[in-house]
C-alpha cells in the first residue's frame, strides 16, 4: 500500500446511502410541506436540534421522538415518522464497493454515523465493509463532538494523522481535521472515490 493514510473512517446516510435530504424533501412533498421544511427545522429550530441530539445520543426512543419532531413539523401522523422520513434512501452501491476495496487492500475501515433510533442500519455486510463501528446512540455521544471521532481512530487502531474521514455535512468534517484527520467532503461516489484513491494510494473502483 503507497498512500500514507491507511484508516478510513465514513459516515453512513448519505455516504453509504443516497442524499438523505433529497429523502427529507420527498417525505416533505408527500405530507404536503415546503421541500425544505425538515432542513430548515434542523437549521433554524433549537427546539428540533435538541430533539435530535437527544435522539442521536440515545437518550430518548423513536416513540418519544416521533410525535415530538411530527409536532413541531405539523404533521398530523406520528406513527412511522422515521420510516417516511428515510423512506427514500437507497443503497450507495459504489461508495460501499470502494469501501470493501480499501478493506481488502489492507486500509482499516470504520463506521462513524449518527444514528436514528434503533436497528437501522443492515448489519448483514457491516464485516465485509468494516473493522470498527461506532454508532452515536450505542456510545451516547454524537458528531460533531470531537471525543466520538477519538473514540473511532481508538476502535480502529489507527492515529488520527493516518486516517481519512469521509462525511456529507460540512460541520461533521471540522472536529476530524482538528484532530489530525485527513477529510473529505462527500458529495457523489465518483470524485469521493477519486479523493480516497488519492489519499489511500490503493484502487477502489
Request: net charge negative; with cysteine; hydrophobic share 50%.
Given at each position: 500500500m503507497s498512500g500514507f493514510f491507511d484508516g478510513l473512517l465514513v459516515?453512513?446516510?448519505?455516504?453509504?446511502?443516497?442524499d438523505i435530504f433529497a429523502?427529507?424533501?420527498d417525505f416533505c412533498r408527500n405530507e404536503g410541506l415546503e421541500a425544505d421544511a425538515v432542513r430548515k427545522r434542523f437549521s433554524n429550530d433549537a427546539d428540533a436540534r435538541d430533539l435530535l441530539a437527544e435522539l442521536e445520543c440515545g437518550r430518548i426512543s423513536e416513540a418519544q421522538f416521533e410525535p415530538r419532531f411530527g409536532e413541531l413539523l405539523g404533521v398530523g401522523r406520528h406513527e412511522g415518522l422515521i420510516d417516511r422520513l428515510f423512506g427514500g434512501m437507497r443503497p450507495e452501491e459504489?461508495?460501499?464497493?470502494?469501501?470493501?476495496?480499501?478493506k481488502r487492500a489492507g486500509v482499516r475501515t470504520?463506521?462513524?454515523s449518527n444514528s436514528w433510533g434503533q436497528g437501522r442500519y443492515d448489519r448483514s455486510r457491516f464485516g465485509e465493509l468494516f473493522d470498527a463501528v461506532v454508532?452515536?446512540?450505542e456510545?451516547?455521544?454524537?458528531k460533531p463532538?470531537?471525543?466520538?471521532?477519538?473514540?473511532?481512530?481508538?476502535?480502529?487502531?489507527r492515529a488520527p494523522e493516518r486516517c481519512v474521514f469521509v462525511d456529507d455535512l460540512p460541520g461533521n468534517l471540522k472536529p476530524a481535521r482538528e484532530i489530525g484527520m485527513a477529510t473529505v467532503l462527500h458529495?457523489?461516489?465518483?470524485?469521493?472515490?477519486?479523493?480516497?484513491?488519492?489519499l489511500l494510494g490503493v484502487s477502489l473502483r
Open positions: 459516515d453512513f446516510g448519505g455516504v453509504l446511502t443516497s429523502s427529507f424533501a459504489d461508495m460501499l464497493a470502494g469501501v470493501t476495496a480499501a470504520g463506521l462513524l454508532i452515536s446512540g456510545v451516547g455521544m454524537r463532538d470531537p471525543a466520538i471521532y477519538a473514540l473511532a481512530c481508538k476502535r480502529l487502531d458529495r457523489d461516489a465518483a470524485s469521493t472515490l477519486a479523493e480516497l484513491e488519492g
